[in-house]
């Protein structure tokens, strides 16, 4: 009889563990406290507008390639991709940056701002490409349970920059704070301050200059669809308002799980939901990480986001849209440093409509706009009601147009929201940061140290925050619970 797999939660990390134990032969369940699969890429639609209410950023299409390669299929077996031209835009206070599809078009606009940068340009981006190949086809790849798992001739070769980080790097070459910020946000997607990421963590300038932002036709939300139609073509069984309440252990050993009041035995129980909170599932004896452990550690940020449907074509815009018009550093320290509401945000606004008409109804926009804040900040309708004015009366000023009389509504989603619909730890929106002291080995472990038989998998373990690594940490827990004999 096969053994018996039961999963909670149904993000990428989930529904990608779930089809590596498919495919090994296990009986696999997957169980979500939400109505739709998906965990924090989830959709909403709402009048014939299409938002993405998670994940908005298609970024390392060959980490999505070489997941479905892995059951011998495509991506374009479940949906279609568009390479974005431009990438996006960057909104400064007296310019705009516009990220091009291309490296020649994006030295060309670092030239425009810089004469001479594309130079040290494509030296930086030569070494981010680097730095991509050793990370994502062997530094990931680990399992996060040694040390050791980084020593290798690759990364000995390199080891000063574990300790450079991508601020002082970056800012060796260049000059223009502008082209500083605009080199300086990618890591952003790996939750921390550019001054606290080690160099190495270049690779994702690599990921955005050199392999470019895309979108798959319909949305974010198609990954999720193929997922689960890959996952049930497999076997596993999916089951949705499915709430576990209790990661039951017996003797040591996990036994099961408690879902909606009943038990279901399980061989092995992987969580791919919130790790604090899935430590919470246990009795306190077999936590493995006490509060004051989380309290201590960095975490990535939490986002205010905002999802607006209009009533006509905005003007000056892109599918992606950076704005950077106040500055970098005081956001980032509101953030990390002395955590409270930020006086000027940095904010985002993505715009599917603006290259995918099926996200709006005809001579409409949808708006996702995104302010990322400290975790565990107040959360009220009064503040997310003043931040709101407040992104909006500067979108209106950068993009040079009037839109708040176009609005037909808007929806939000906060720090509550987070703990309530994810029971995310403080609310944060992507996990762990991954600083030097979060990385790899460091972080906290796919499998647990006090119940056998019990895995762990998502952003607040390896790699980190994003979707690519989650999909990597699904691979990474199955290998290991393939590795630790734990079979038919």
């Known amino acids: 009889m096969n053994k018996k797999v039961s999963i909670i939660g149904s993000g990428f990390s989930a529904l990608s563990g779930a089809c590596y134990l498919a495919k090994s032969g296990y009986d696999v369940s997957i169980f979500e406290k ?3 699969v998906g965990g924090r ?3 909403l ?4 507008f299409t938002f993405d209410i998670g994940p908005s950023w298609y970024w390392m299409p060959d980490i999505f390639e070489k997941f479905f390669n892995d059951f011998k299929k495509t991506t374009s ?3 279609k991709l568009d390479k974005l031209s431009p990438a996006y835009k960057i909104f400064f206070l007296d310019d705009v940056i516009t990220i091009g599809d291309h490296m020649d078009k994006i030295c060309e606009e670092f030239e425009r701002i810089e004469t001479g940068s594309s130079t040290p340009l494509r030296k930086f981006i030569a070494q981010a490409q680097d ?6 086809n062997k530094v990931v790849l680990k399992p996060g349970i040694s040390p050791f798992e980084l020593v290798t001739k690759d990364t000995v070769t390199r080891l000063d920059r574990f300790f450079k980080t991508i601020s002082s790097e970056v800012r060796k070459n260049f000059k223009n704070p502008k082209l500083i910020s605009t080199l300086e946000f990618p890591v952003l997607f790996l939750g921390a301050k550019p001054s606290d990421t080690p160099s190495f963590y270049s690779f994702m300038n690599f990921a955005d200059f050199g392999l470019g932002t895309w979108h798959p036709k319909g949305g974010m939300y198609e990954i999720v669809k193929a997922m689960k139609s890959l996952a049930e073509s497999l076997g596993v069984n999916i089951n949705t308002n499915s709430n576990v309440e209790k990661i039951n252990v017996e003797n040591g050993k996990a036994i ?3 879902v909606n009041g009943k038990f279901i035995a399980s061989d092995i129980v992987l969580s791919g939901a919130d790790y604090h909170h899935s430590e919470t599932l246990l009795d306190t004896k077999y936590r493995q990480y006490s509060e004051a452990y989380w309290e201590k ?10 999802y607006v449907g209009f009533d006509k074509k905005l003007k000056n815009i892109e599918h992606h849209n950076l704005f950077f018009d106040t500055d970098f550093k005081n956001h980032a320290k509101e953030i990390y440093d002395n955590p409270k509401w930020p006086d000027n945000p940095l904010f985002y606004v993505n715009f599917p409509s603006v290259t995918d008409e099926s996200m709006a109804p005809k001579g409409c926009e949808t708006g996702f706009f995104l302010i990322p804040i400290a975790p565990g900040l107040e959360d009220t309708p009064q503040l997310r009601q003043q931040y709101f004015d407040i992104v909006i009366n500067r979108f209106e000023k950068l993009t040079q147009q009037r839109v708040k009389d176009g609005i037909l509504f808007k929806e939000s989603f906060c720090v509550n929201d987070f703990i309530s619909e994810y029971n995310s730890y403080k609310g944060n929106a992507y996990g762990m940061a991954n600083t030097l002291r979060q ?3 460091l972080r906290p472990k796919l499998k647990s140290k006090k119940v056998e038989g019990l895995y762990f998998t998502g952003q607040l373990t390896v790699p980190g925050p994003g979707v690519p690594p989650a999909l990597i940490s699904g691979k990474l827990v199955s290998e290991l619970i393939l590795k630790n004999n734990v079979k038919r």
């Open 41 to 43: 890429a989830r959709q």
């Open 297 to 306: 550690r960095t975490f990535a940020p939490s986002s205010l986001l905002f």
């Open 256 to 258: 099961g799980i408690t």
């Open 34 to 36: 939400n109505e739709t």
């Open 439 to 441: 990385t790899a080995f």
């Open 45 to 48: 639609k709402k009048d014939g």
């Open 77 to 79: 077996d479940f949906y």
């Open 131 to 136: 730095h991509y190949d050793i990370a994502i």
